[in-house]
Nanobody, 123 residues
Framework: EVQLVQFGGGSVQAGGSLRLACAAS????????IGWFRQTPGKERSGVYC????????YVARSVRGRFTISEDNAKNTVFLQMNDLRPEDTGLYYC????????????????WGQGTQVTVSS
């Protein structure tokens, strides 16, 4: 059974940093594309940082470029989203997701989802 479990998140002041973790079971990250999405009230999930080891492509939302990065711990089958220089507009519910096939910033193309974790950035 494919399962994604998220850790991390919380509240931080603007300019601070947070790291989100997404631990996978039932599949190997290298065989899937991984995406991080953000959702705010009344809006759909939007791609923040999506990457694929299989095709080597990456999508990074313009608003987080230079501030957010992805890393992997293959031994633990875990992907991390490091978020630096956080801004109030980064506030939202963050989800990790996985899909077979190449990278995509379209949430509808992802079949597997973590439970979501709240990130709140205060000014």
């Amino acid at each position: 059974e494919v399962q994604l479990v998220q850790f991390g998140g919380g509240s931080v002041q603007a300019g601070g940093s947070l790291r989100l973790a997404c631990a996978a079971s039932g599949f190997i990250f290298d065989e899937y594309s991984i995406g991080w999405f953000r959702q705010t009230p009344g809006k759909e999930r939007s791609g923040v940082y999506c990457t694929s080891t299989s095709d080597g492509n990456t999508y990074v939302a313009r608003s987080v470029r230079g501030r957010f990065t992805i890393s992997e711990d293959n031994a633990k089958n875990t992907v991390f989203l490091q978020m630096n220089d956080l801004r109030p507009e980064d506030t939202g519910l963050y989800y990790c997701a996985a899909r077979t096939g190449g990278v995509s910033d379209n949430a509808d193309r992802y079949a597997y989802w973590g439970q979501g974790t709240q990130v709140t950035v205060s000014s």
